[in-house]
């Protein structure tokens, strides 16, 4: 798919693109999620993240059904099912959900390094994408040492390492990794589910700038070249966080929220080598 225009994409390895900016519906009920997808595709979102394990493809799928016909979609296949032939047939239930032949970015939600499958995992994911079943294809939650082992066992770089990422959490030294190998960053809970927005830095920015905090910390995410899919099921918010593409942080709002960060300490999620 072709980004809409005016609104800012990152290019992937593979030679496309993903729009920097989507919603995220994890915890969105499936009965809930078309609505609340359709509020954010009128207020000009062009790209959703789910996943298999969110138990809504099938309404994401509904409002994409009634929706325009640019939207980026990304879904994941949940560990229980990895392995080669079982994510093969993951990826069917999930585009029938969906109602698509093609999804624009399939990833691995987790390596889940104790079931040690993700490397054939990986293989299906690469046929999919040889197959044009899947645009681009990319993982989550991966360390370093998992990335390194896809892909010298395939040879197949991903396009996407969707991680934990928020100024709390923010992930320095993977973010240099996945860049080292020409892998984009995508953040998940970039809000730190919301726990980031009472911070007092954080409201200083906003106030400086006339924005609301959310603004402020999606703002840090793209200005730092990640993707980022903040989630809500707010239409007012959901439109908030959209807002977001007419102005910058400077060097000293970065250098503040900079402070924020905990390293491990501010992670919110299970460690990936845990999962
Ligand atoms: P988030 O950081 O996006 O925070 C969402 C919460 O922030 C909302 O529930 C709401 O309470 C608050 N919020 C949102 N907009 C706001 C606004 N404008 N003003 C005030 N409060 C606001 O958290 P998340 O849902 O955990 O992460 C976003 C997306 O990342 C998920 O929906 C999912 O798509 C993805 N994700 C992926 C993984 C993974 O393992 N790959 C894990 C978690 C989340």
């Given at each position: 798919m072709t980004p809409t225009p005016g609104q800012p994409s990152v290019a992937l390895n593979d030679g496309r693109r993903i729009p920097a900016l989507g919603l995220g519906v994890w915890q969105v009920p499936d009965a809930d999620v078309a609505g609340v997808l359709s509020v954010a595709l009128d207020a000009g979102y062009r790209h959703v993240d789910t996943a298999t394990?969110?138990?809504n493809e099938a309404g994401v799928g509904d409002a994409l059904a009634h929706g325009p016909p640019d939207v980026f979609v990304t879904t994941k296949v949940w560990n229980s099912e990895q392995g080669y032939e079982s994510t093969l047939r993951a990826f069917e239930a999930s585009a029938a959900r969906l109602r698509r032949?093609?999804?624009d970015l399939y990833l691995i939600?987790?390596?889940?390094p104790r079931r040690d499958l993700y490397v054939d995992t990986w293989r299906a994911l690469v046929r999919l994408r040889e197959e044009g079943r899947a645009r681009s294809i990319g993982v989550s939650n991966f360390t370093l040492a998992q990335l390194k082992r896809i892909i010298a066992e395939t040879g197949v770089v991903p396009t996407v390492n969707q991680i934990e990422l928020h100024p709390r959490f923010a992930q320095t030294e993977l973010r240099a990794a996945n860049a080292s190998l020409g892998i984009a960053t995508e953040s998940w809970s970039p809000l730190g589910q919301g726990r980031v927005l009472n911070d007092p830095v954080v409201q200083r920015v906003a106030a400086k700038h006339s924005r609301t905090p959310a603004q402020v910390v999606i703002r840090w995410h793209l200005d730092q070249g990640l993707v980022v899919i903040p989630k809500s099921a707010t239409p007012s918010r959901i439109a908030e966080n959209f807002q977001v593409f007419d102005f910058h942080l400077d060097a000293e709002d970065l250098a503040g929220l900079a402070e924020l960060d905990q390293g491990?300490?501010?992670?919110l999620g299970e460690h990936p080598d845990d999962h």
């Open positions: 394990i969110y138990r032949d093609v999804i939600h987790w390596a889940a491990e300490a501010g992670r």
